[in-house]
């Protein structure tokens, strides 16, 4: 019998699971969720329909981590524990913090924000998808308030914003939904909404130079 502590083992269990979380996250953007079947993720990936349940149990759970290995990457590292958000917190000016911000944060979008407003869209109609979309919002928003937080410790907030306003207007500029309706629906290139993004979002969060 195989040792489940075995290297070699543990190395095929995590290629395994990567290829299926690949697999997904393709098929997920190409069909939406419910167009997205396990069979069919199962054969792009090149593995049983049955080692799919085996690994992640529910579609739900598989394209809650899709999202998840999107936001994180290849590394993979929480945006928190990175060098670009280390940077946007040590910035001496709200500007350059902002700037970071958007730098840092757009291959993020570009990886994760196409999949996760086709699960935006399930999450109206299936409760267990919902919950999953939940979570990745609020630890999206948690961390977007971070942002607004450093940049008011060096400059008021424009006038008529809160930091709970900030914080939703910070979500709505650099939200996956603003990415993938520029990008998918208006055409423009990925560079186009980063130079866009780092003109306006100082504009509509702080005071006017």
Not at 78 to 95: G, I, K, L, Y
Not at 161 to 170: G, M, Q
């Amino acid at each position: 019998m195989a040792d489940v502590n075995d290297p070699s083992r543990r190395a095929r269990a995590r290629r395994t699971r990567r290829g299926i979380v690949q697999a997904a996250h393709a098929e997920l953007v190409e069909h939406g969720y419910h167009g997205a079947t396990i069979a069919a993720i199962a054969r792009r990936a090149g593995v049983a329909t049955q080692t799919v349940y085996f690994v992640f149990h529910t579609k739900a759970e598989l394209a809650g981590s899709v999202i998840d290995a999107a936001v994180l990457g290849p590394d993979p590292t929480v945006p928190q524990d990175s060098t670009w958000w280390a940077e946007m917190r040590s910035a001496p000016t709200a500007h350059q913090a902002l700037h970071t911000f958007v730098i840092g944060a757009a291959p993020l979008l570009a990886r994760a924000a196409a999949v996760s407003e086709v699960v935006r869209a399930a999450a109206l109609t299936d409760p267990e998808v919902r919950a999953i979309h939940q979570q990745h919002h609020n630890l999206q928003a948690s961390g977007y308030r971070e942002v607004v937080d450093t940049v008011a410790t060096r400059s008021p907030l424009r006038d008529g914003l809160t930091p709970e306003t900030a914080t939703d207007v910070l979500l709505t500029l650099c939200g996956d939904r603003s990415y993938v309706q520029l990008t998918t629906d208006g055409g423009w290139t990925h560079d186009q909404v980063v130079e866009w993004l780092i003109d306006v979002t100082p504009l509509l969060l702080l005071p006017p130079r």
